[in-house]
């Protein structure tokens, strides 16, 4: 069935340093990818998505491009704050986010000043 | 964004008791809602979506008559975990959809931590 790898946290990095946090997936077909992020004691909020190959989703400075043919949405960010410290999930969805979706295990995020 | 608040957020019972959930959408209408369980440290797992006025589908695995989930409006809809067991115990989430513009994506609640004695 389909499926979404992200890797492991938690990942911890000075202000202002660069941020990667690798996803793939496994699924049939051509389906959404999205990133969710979770702020201490708030709900997930859509942070970003793609639809189709190539395209690339970005939002509050981070980035994420739909690779097909490596099955990839790394999320990235050239200057992270402190105030981006959260967790952040890779998801996707056969047709739109108001569907089924499938997270990732999600990986928290923590930025020293 | 829309918002979509859950009630309580945080709730102890003893075993063998019933414990219900209430999600609401506080702006939009939801045609779909859906829940979903958090265990620690891992992803969030669906368990079922909800249509208004229809049965819930629930996930592979998941006891529908454990879990039960009415969506009788537009706005709400609650998750009632029956004879709650210690590991019942756990993070569960709702989300809530509309169908039309800003509103066709899912809008996430902020949770409810059930602690089962």
């Known amino acids: 069935g389909d499926s979404v790898t992200q890797m492991e946290g938690p990942v911890t990095l000075s202000e202002e340093a660069f941020l990667t946090i690798n996803c793939t997936y496994t699924?049939?077909?051509?389906?959404?990818l999205f990133w969710y992020v979770q702020y201490p004691g708030e709900g997930l909020q859509l942070l970003l998505k793609?639809?189709?190959?190539?395209d690339k989703g970005s939002n509050k400075g981070f980035e994420a491009t739909y690779r097909k043919e490596t099955t990839s949405f790394h999320l990235e960010k050239g200057s992270v704050q402190v105030s981006d410290s959260a967790v952040y999930f890779c998801?996707?969805?056969?047709?739109?986010?108001?569907?089924?979706?499938?997270f990732g295990s999600g990986t928290r995020l923590s930025i020293r000043p | 964004g829309a918002v979509v608040s859950q009630h309580p957020s945080r709730v102890i019972c003893k075993s063998g008791t019933s414990v219900k959930i209430e999600c609401r959408s506080l702006?939009?209408?939801?045609?779909?809602m859906f829940w979903y369980r958090q265990f620690p440290k891992k992803s969030l797992m669906l368990m079922a979506t909800?249509?208004?006025?229809?049965?819930?589908?629930?996930e592979q695995g998941v006891e529908k008559d454990k879990f039960l989930i009415n969506h009788a409006s537009l706005t709400l809809s609650t998750l009632t975990v029956t004879s709650a067991h210690p590991e019942d115990s756990s993070f569960y989430i709702c989300?809530?959809?509309?169908?039309?513009?800003?509103?066709?994506?899912?809008?996430f609640g902020p949770g409810t931590r059930l602690t089962v004695l």
């Open positions: 699924a049939t077909g051509y389906p959404s």
């Open positions: 989300s809530a959809a509309g169908t039309s513009g800003n509103y066709n994506e899912q809008f």
């Open positions: 702006d939009f209408q939801a045609t779909t």
């Open positions: 909800s249509n208004e006025g229809s049965k819930a589908t629930y």
């Open positions: 793609a639809t189709k190959a190539d």
């Open positions: 998801a996707l969805s056969r047709y739109s986010s108001a569907s089924k979706i499938i």
